[in-house]
């Protein structure tokens, strides 16, 4: 069991973790921004599905590997590369109007699947859990996977107090771009180019 000054110090960094401009809250803001509260939503519980497969990876092991390989990190680096130059595409041919506004991008659980995938094709997100968790694991505080798992828990939740947070007030901005076409092109216009330039920033990524 993680002792609890522990859990208490990674708790608050991962809340500042979360806080910090990245891909995954930059996307939030865009969905959230362009079709509303309950995309943000569903877009933040797919990044933190994403988290706990990245946790229970370097509790196996798995990371380590990624971060060894060269290959196995470029093929993760150019598929989330390959997607997010997919969801700009998206964005930018995305419809306008009052129907188009009012309806979320796809399916719930599309929308979800992208937060997901978003999350999962990042591999610094994994690389970054295996050099970030091992700081607040103690041998004496039991078996290193049990409290890597602990770790990722915590850092899920906060992710979505702090995500769900920005899902909800850049919906009450988008409100706003709703009522009108031109402001939901420009954002379209805008969510396309934030995610060329996410793109761009993963394909420069080193390990």
């Given at each position: 069991m993680l002792p609890l000054d522990t859990a208490l110090s990674f708790f608050a960094l991962s809340v500042l973790l979360g806080l910090s401009p990245g891909p995954?809250?930059?996307?939030?803001?865009?969905?959230?921004?362009?079709?509303g509260r309950r995309a943000g939503w569903l877009v933040t519980l797919g990044l933190c599905t994403g988290l706990l497969a990245h946790t229970a990876a370097v509790a196996l092991g798995l990371a380590a590997v990624l971060a060894a390989s060269p290959l196995a990190f470029t093929a993760l680096k150019l598929a989330g590369a390959a997607y997010l130059?997919?969801?700009?595409?998206?964005?930018?041919?995305?419809?306008?109007?009052?129907?188009?506004?009012?309806?979320?991008?796809?399916?719930?659980?599309?929308?979800?699947?992208?937060?997901?995938?978003?999350?999962?094709?990042?591999?610094?997100?994994?690389?970054?859990?295996?050099?970030?968790m091992p700081q607040f694991v103690t041998p004496e505080a039991g078996p290193v996977a049990q409290?890597?798992?602990?770790?990722?828990?915590?850092?899920?939740?906060?992710?979505?107090?702090?995500?769900?947070?920005?899902?909800?007030?850049?919906?009450?901005?988008?409100?706003?771009?709703?009522?009108?076409?031109?402001?939901?092109?420009?954002?379209?216009?805008?969510?396309?180019?934030?995610?060329?330039?996410?793109?761009?920033?993963?394909?420069?990524?080193?390990?």
């Open positions: 995954d809250n930059v996307f939030v803001l865009m969905q959230s921004a362009a079709h130059i997919y969801l700009a595409w998206g964005a930018w041919r995305a419809p306008v109007g009052p129907l188009a506004a009012r309806a979320v991008p796809a399916s719930a659980w599309r929308t979800y699947a992208r937060g997901v995938v978003m999350n999962l094709s990042n591999p610094k997100v994994g690389i970054f859990f295996l050099a970030f409290q890597v798992v602990q770790l990722g828990a915590l850092f899920v939740l906060a992710t979505l107090l702090v995500f769900g947070g920005f899902a909800w007030f850049a919906a009450l901005v988008g409100g706003w771009f709703q009522r009108s076409p031109a402001a939901q092109r420009g954002l379209n216009r805008a969510a396309a180019a934030v995610f060329v330039g996410l793109a761009a920033r993963l394909l420069w990524a080193e390990r």
